[in-house]
């Protein structure tokens, strides 16, 4: 789906962009997480491995012009139904439209007595104007929590 370029609220100039995300956090032998926190900003922070840790690792995303305070107050996201795995945490629920205005995270977790190896979660993401109900863009992120 192509991007619309839009202009809400005196946010003119930016647009939404959504891009495939992969990635894993890896531990050794202590619980570990991979997680996606969309910020109100328009920026999105990879999360973990533990819960707290935070980094911005995907400039632009999803709002061209990050940071830009209040944008999320204009959007709406959703997880669809996990293609692989499922979230350990989720902002809402599968299909459920939640808007940007404070931070939104969905992150898997492997705990320790799992002992090593993986649990991957793969979902698409859909992100909407909040006044037209317009889906603007679509990405499929992919997590795996690691413990080795």
Request: aromatic content about 8%; proline content about 4%; overall charge negative.
């Amino acid at each position: 789906m192509l991007p619309l370029i839009v202009s809400v609220l005196g946010h003119s100039g930016g647009r939404v962009v959504f891009t495939n995300m992969t990635w894993s956090k890896t531990t050794v032998g202590g619980a570990t997480q991979a997680g996606i926190a969309w910020q109100p900003d328009g920026s999105v922070d990879q999360t973990g491995p533990i819960g707290s840790e935070r980094t911005d690792t995907h400039p632009g995303e999803w709002w061209t012009k990050e940071p830009q305070a209040g944008i999320g107050s204009t959007y709406q996201i959703r997880s669809l139904t996990e293609s692989v795995g499922n979230w350990t945490f989720a902002a809402a629920a599968d299909n459920v439209w939640i808007d940007l205005s404070i931070e939104r995270v969905w992150f898997r977790r492997r705990i320790a007595k799992a002992g090593p190896g993986s649990d991957v979660v793969t979902s698409v993401f859909e992100i909407r104007h909040i006044v037209s109900l317009i889906t603007q863009d679509t990405a499929t992120v992919s997590l795996t929590a690691i413990i080795t």
